[in-house]
């Protein structure tokens, strides 16, 4: 064995280590921005490239993804509808609006084009956008050629993003969080090396024998000898400062995923649902589907039969409709991806907020009526649940078994009652 190296290795392996862990924090440190940039650049891809042909193309992808990508590629390939790579070449923008707010009324009008087309698409109908104003339309033939320019190239790094939306939808962690949980990391590493500097420097001071304290007391002669052996095993020591390194890495990380609550959580669902056209454009009441609200602990999500109250006619056509016919054939629920969950230890009631206490949805849950993808908007920890029960009166209008409650309240205290003073901040009535 190489012992002359050993000789000198107390004051060597102070300086390796130091240089070791140096090395983990300024590659840690490197790697925030990175990092933090690596989660931006989803959203900055989809804006980047906007100005293209005079139309919003970012506004446009978003258009394109929720009106037209279930019939259109945005490359030559045929999907229920043509591809729509070189369209906007195709054809001059009049038609193309024309086209776009109402397909059958150019057919009809006997245009050559979109009758050879709509024959050739065994006379399938295109749906009308009417509400698509020019400028929308004008983006999203912008976002088509940009992104049919770059499908080529841009083939691996779709797959990519793919990846990450997958990995968004199970962890959920919002970019913010991620940012927050790198800052912790990085401040832990610094203690960390700051520890670990002074246990390196006391070992090596120990390996020298400088410590006259060693002949204080049996045990510590015994503890001395032992850090000694140990201190001069650098695999030991090694692996002993990696495990102590990544025991509190993987502590850091837990504690703040847990801290860090699912608020901005919005899952890709199995179809693309959209709350802001079934409850905002088309007003259909949350009851109508989310039954339980006002009768019980649960809102419900519906089940599949409920959409075909509306699309057994509605939209037959439509493959993400064709998904629930799919789920009502096979037996088999569809699997919507669970936004909102408290943990066991909570319990929660809808119908007691919702029907006794006169709250509206949107106190809790956002302007759901406005979400293209449903989203967790509250935190639903268990200050959020308090700061609401102490600041919130109770709704006692009409409802006499409040009465008592109320007169007995105004009695003792010149504010109104707060869910606060009816036993809205007891541990049972939230805790099993
Ligand atoms: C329900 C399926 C469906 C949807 C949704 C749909 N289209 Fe179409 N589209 C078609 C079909 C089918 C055709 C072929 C003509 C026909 O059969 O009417 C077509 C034809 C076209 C054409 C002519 C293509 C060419 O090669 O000249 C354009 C342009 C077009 N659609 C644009 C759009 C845009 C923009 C949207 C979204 C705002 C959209 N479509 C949404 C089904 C659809
Ligand atoms: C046409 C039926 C329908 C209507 C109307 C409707 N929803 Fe939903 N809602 C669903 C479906 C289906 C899901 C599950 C899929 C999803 O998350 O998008 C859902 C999910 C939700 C969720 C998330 C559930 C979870 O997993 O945590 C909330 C919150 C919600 N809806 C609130 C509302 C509110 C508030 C309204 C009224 C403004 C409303 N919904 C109207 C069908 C509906
Ligand atoms: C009260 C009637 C009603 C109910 C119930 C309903 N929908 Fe809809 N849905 C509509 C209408 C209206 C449209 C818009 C159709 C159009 O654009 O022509 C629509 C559109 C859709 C679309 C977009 C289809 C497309 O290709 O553009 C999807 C997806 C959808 N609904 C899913 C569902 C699901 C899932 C449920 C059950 C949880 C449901 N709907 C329940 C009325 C309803
Ligand atoms: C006081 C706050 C509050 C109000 C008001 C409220 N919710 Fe919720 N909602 C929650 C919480 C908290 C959860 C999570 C419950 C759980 O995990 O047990 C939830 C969950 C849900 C879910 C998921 C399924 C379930 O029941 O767990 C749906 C759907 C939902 N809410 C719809 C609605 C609708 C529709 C309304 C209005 C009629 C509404 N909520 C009003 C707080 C609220
Ligand atoms: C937006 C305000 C708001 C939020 C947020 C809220 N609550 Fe409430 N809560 C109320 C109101 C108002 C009442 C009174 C209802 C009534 O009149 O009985 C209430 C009553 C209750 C009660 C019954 C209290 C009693 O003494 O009868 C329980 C239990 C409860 N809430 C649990 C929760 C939990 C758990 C959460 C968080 C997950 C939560 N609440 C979040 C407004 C809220
Ligand atoms: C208004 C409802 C409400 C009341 C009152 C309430 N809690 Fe909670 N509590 C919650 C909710 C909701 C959670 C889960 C929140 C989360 O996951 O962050 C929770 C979580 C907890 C946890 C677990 C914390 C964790 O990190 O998982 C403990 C412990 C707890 N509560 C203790 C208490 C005690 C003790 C009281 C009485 C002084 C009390 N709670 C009163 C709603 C309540």
Same mark, same amino acid.
């Given at each position: ?7 000198? &290795? ?5 300086? !390796? ?45 978003? /258009? ?23 369209? !906007? ?43 698509? =104003? *020019? ?39 919002? =970019?913010?969080?991620?940012? @927050? ?7 832990? %590493? ?5 520890? /670990?500097?002074? @246990? ?42 990696? @495990? ?9 990380? *837990? ?34 589907? #989310? ?59 809808? &119908? ?12 809790? #849950?956002?302007?759901?009526?406005? %979400? ?5 908007? !509250? =935190? ?17 209008? *009409? ?34």
């Amino acid at each position: 064995m190489n012992i002359p190296f050993r000789k000198d &290795a107390k004051f060597c392996s102070f300086f !390796s280590y130091s240089k070791t862990f140096l090395a983990i924090f300024i590659a840690l440190l490197l790697s925030v921005p990175t990092l933090v940039s690596a989660q931006d650049s989803t959203a900055a891809a989809a804006g980047a490239a906007a100005p293209a042909g005079g139309g919003d193309a970012a506004k446009g992808e978003t /258009l394109f993804k929720n009106n037209c990508a279930q019939c259109h590629a945005v490359t030559d390939e045929r999907v229920v509808g043509p591809g729509l790579k070189g369209a !906007s070449g195709r054809h001059d923008f009049a038609w193309l609006s024309k086209w776009v707010r109402n397909s059958q009324a150019v057919i009809a009008s006997g245009d050559p084009y979109a009758v050879k087309i709509y024959n050739e698409y065994s006379k399938a109908q295109m749906t009308s956008f009417p509400n698509l =104003s *020019d400028d929308d339309i004008k983006g999203i033939f912008a976002y088509v050629d940009q992104a049919a320019t770059a499908a080529p190239a841009a083939a691996a790094p779709a797959g990519g993003a793919t990846a990450a939306a997958g990995g968004d939808a199970k962890g959920g962690a919002p =970019s913010d969080l991620f940012v @927050i949980v790198l800052v912790a990391l990085v401040v832990v %590493m610094v203690l960390v090396l700051g520890v /670990l500097l002074v @246990i390196v420097s006391l070992l090596s001071k120990a390996v020298k024998g400088e410590t006259a304290e060693a002949s204080e007391s049996d045990f510590m002669t015994r503890f001395g000898n032992t850090l000694k052996k140990i201190s001069v095993d650098p695999a030991i020591r090694s692996a002993t400062l990696w @495990i102590f390194v990544l025991l509190v890495l993987k502590a850091t990380l *837990d504690g703040a995923y847990s801290v860090g609550v699912q608020q901005g959580y919005a899952p890709k669902q199995p179809i693309s649902f959209s709350h802001k056209l079934h409850a905002g454009e088309y007003k259909i009441d949350c009851n109508y589907c #989310h039954t339980g609200v006002n009768r019980g602990k649960s809102a419900h999500i519906p089940s599949a039969n409920i959409c075909m109250n509306c699309h057994g006619v509605i939209k037959k056509e439509s493959p993400e409709i064709q998904k629930i016919y799919t789920s009502i054939e096979n037996n088999q629920p569809i699997e919507w991806v669970r936004v909102h969950n408290l943990p066991d230890l909570a319990y929660f009631n809808h &119908a007691q907020h919702v029907n006794v206490g006169g709250v509206e949805c949107q106190n809790c #849950h956002g302007e759901v009526e406005k %979400m293209e993808v449903i989203q967790q908007r !509250s =935190s639903l920890t268990m200050g959020w649940c308090i700061d609401c029960h102490r600041k919130t009166e109770v709704n006692t209008k *009409d409802n006499q078994y409040y009465d008592k409650l109320v007169q007995l309240h105004a009695s003792e205290s010149n504010e109104a009652l707060k869910v606060a003073d009816i036993g809205g901040l007891e541990c049972s009535k939230c805790h099993y």
